[in-house]
């Protein structure tokens, strides 16, 4: 069993940044792939973005693109969401999971631990 925590969220004004961190305990986290998903009010959760057991070949929504970066820290059972030109549609409640396939994907049902969430807002 792998127990997921984020924080990092916060309120912040369109063009600004946040760092989500969530922090893992339980199972070898470096064996997990990672993935952060969000779910806005009324709309499906969706993939975002995520990183497999070894740090490389990373993967994105298309909507977060080149605004967005996926990293983990091994050592530090730890895996963040670095946001930058944050827009009013990236507010949501952000997730964490993890996937003991390893490796990096956008499927939902490959993720079999999550975190509780943590809320991003961002004003215009």
């Known amino acids: 069993q792998v127990q997921l925590k984020e924080s990092g969220g916060g309120l912040v004004q369109a063009g600004g940044s946040l760092r989500l961190s969530c922090a893992a305990s339980?199972?070898?986290?470096?064996?997990?792939?990672m993935g952060w998903f969000r779910q806005a009010p009324g709309k499906e959760r969706e993939f975002v973005a995520a990183?497999?057991?070894?740090?490389?070949?990373?993967y994105y929504s298309d909507f977060v693109k080149g605004r967005f970066t996926i990293s983990r820290d091994n050592a530090e059972n730890t895996v963040y969401l670095q946001m930058n030109s944050l827009k009013p549609e990236d507010t949501a409640v952000y997730y964490c999971?993890?996937?003991?396939?390893?490796?990096?994907?956008?499927?939902?049902?490959?993720?079999?631990?999550w975190g509780q969430g943590t809320q991003v807002t961002v004003s215009s």
């Open positions: 999971a993890a996937s003991p396939y390893g490796g990096s994907t956008r499927l939902r049902s490959q993720y079999l631990h």
């Open positions: 339980g199972r070898i986290f470096s064996n997990y792939g």
């Open positions: 990183i497999p057991w070894s740090g490389g070949s990373t």
